[in-house]
């Protein structure tokens, strides 16, 4: 059988004490190196909190006000001058050329719908793929304006990806319009099946909707003409 071996008090405390002694001559030995190690790590923090209060803040600030001229174009339908600004105020374009996301992530939203609603689709596409805002509706809205623009380019495959994802990222009663949206372009691409499989969908748990109270004339539609 082992024998326990018992450390006794005396030797423990001789331990204790060589460990000390370690880290007073490993300290002793390191001062300098470790002071400036310590002042480097503090003053990188301070660069950049001052980086913060007084460059960030303020730009952010500067940008957000920029952006309200071009806001209230928008909202009046005025996307001409919202995108490209009007001369005196910036409008989305040069925002996010001067500011970036500083501006807040909703400017390439703006920015895209401007897009879209001038025709320029691809542009449209470029802005709205920038977006990266964390509001589930407006991640939605996104992408249903995405699958807008690859209509106008008549990319309808990529269309229907962008809609149906639109559904999945907010599924609230605005689904109803994007899975209108692609069923419609399911017809136009002779695939009348998928297009009924979007409606019934509506019409099962959207039937509360504008979309679900209007779709049995879509449904309709589609098997009459099977």
């Known amino acids: 059988m082992a024998q ?8 423990a405390n001789e ?8 880290a007073e001559l490993f300290l002793e030995a390191n001062k300098k190196r470790i002071t400036i190690i310590t002042v480097v790590i503090v003053a990188i923090v301070a660069i950049g909190l001052l980086f913060n209060q007084f460059y960030t803040k303020p730009l952010k600030a500067e940008a957000e ?8 174009y928008f909202r009046a339908d ?3 001058a ?16 001067e500011y970036g996301n500083k501006a807040g992530a909703a400017v390439y939203l ?5 897009e ?21 509706i407006l991640k939605a809205r996104a992408l249903c304006c995405i699958g807008d623009a690859y209509v106008g380019l008549e990319n309808y495959e990529k269309a229907v990806s962008n809609y149906l994802a639109a559904v999945k990222v907010s599924d609230n009663d605005f689904a109803a319009g994007y899975l209108l949206k692609a069923g419609l372009i399911y017809e136009e691409m002779n695939q009348p099946m998928e297009a009924l499989k979007q409606y019934e969908t509506i019409k099962e748990q959207y039937g509360n909707t ?8 879509y449904i309709t539609r589609v098997k009459v003409a099977e």
């Open 15 to 22: 331990a204790v004490g060589q460990v000390v002694s370690k």
């Open 65 to 72: 006000a920029q952006t309200f001229v071009a806001e209230q």
């Open 4 to 11: 326990n071996t018992k450390i006794q008090p005396n030797e």
């Open 78 to 80: 005025n996307f001409e």
């Open 210 to 217: 504008y979309e679900g109270r209007e779709i049995n004339k």
């Open 116 to 136: 879209l609603r001038l025709g320029n689709y691809q542009a449209a596409i470029d802005y709205l793929t920038d977006y990266n805002g964390n509001d589930p």
């Open 110 to 114: 703006y920015a895209g719908i401007c």
């Open 82 to 97: 919202a995108l490209k600004g009007d001369g005196n105020a910036f409008g989305f374009e040069q925002v996010i050329s």
